[in-house]
């Protein structure tokens, strides 16, 4: 079956680092977008960064731009978020998921397409990641 597993969460102080792997299994990455989400308490879930596989437009929420970087292996089973200069804001779970999608619409407008209820075609479990002192 069709599989997104997250993990690299933990507790990290204020400033710090996390790489986050999302590793797929059961379907071919090629002609989905794939990215990351985050949910904090009380908070809506957000489009944190998404990588179109077959094109490599990107989309990075202006919250986390020059702080985090997505990337995926040669093998295109894995996704990664790279993470620095973490903030306490940055605490949630963050999510994996993967979207069919094409040169249009944008990498953007799939994103948040994901992001949608439902919208999502295939979804991991959350890892969590807390930034505190």
């Given at each position: 079956?069709?599989?997104?597993?997250?993990?690299?969460?933990?507790?990290?102080?204020?400033?710090?680092?996390?790489?986050?792997?999302?590793?797929?299994?059961?379907?071919?990455?090629?002609?989905?977008?794939?990215?990351?989400?985050?949910?904090?308490?009380?908070?809506?879930?957000?489009?944190?960064?998404?990588?179109?596989?077959?094109?490599?437009?990107?989309?990075?929420?202006?919250?986390?731009?020059?702080?985090?970087?997505?990337?995926?292996?040669?093998?295109?089973?894995?996704?990664?978020?790279?993470?620095?200069?973490?903030?306490?804001?940055?605490?949630?779970?963050?999510?994996?998921?993967?979207?069919?999608?094409?040169?249009?619409?944008s990498i953007w407008a799939t994103c948040h397409a994901t992001n949608r209820p439902g919208g999502g075609d295939y979804w991991g479990?959350?890892?969590?990641?807390?930034?505190?002192?």
């Amino acid at each position: 079956q069709v599989q997104l597993v997250e993990s690299g969460g933990g507790l990290v102080p204020p400033g710090g680092s996390l790489r986050l792997s999302c590793v797929t299994s059961g379907f071919t990455l090629d002609n989905y977008a794939i990215g990351w989400f985050r949910q904090a308490p009380g908070k809506e879930r957000e489009a944190v960064s998404c990588l179109d596989i077959t094109g490599g437009d990107t989309f990075v929420a202006d919250s986390v731009k020059d702080r985090f970087t997505i990337s995926r292996d040669v093998a295109k089973t894995t996704v990664f978020l790279d993470m620095s200069n973490l903030k306490p804001e940055d605490t949630a779970v963050y999510y994996c998921a993967a979207k069919l999608h094409s040169i249009s619409p944008s990498i953007w407008a799939t994103c948040h397409a994901t992001n949608r209820p439902g919208g999502g075609d295939y979804w991991g479990r959350g890892t969590q990641v807390t930034v505190s002192s």
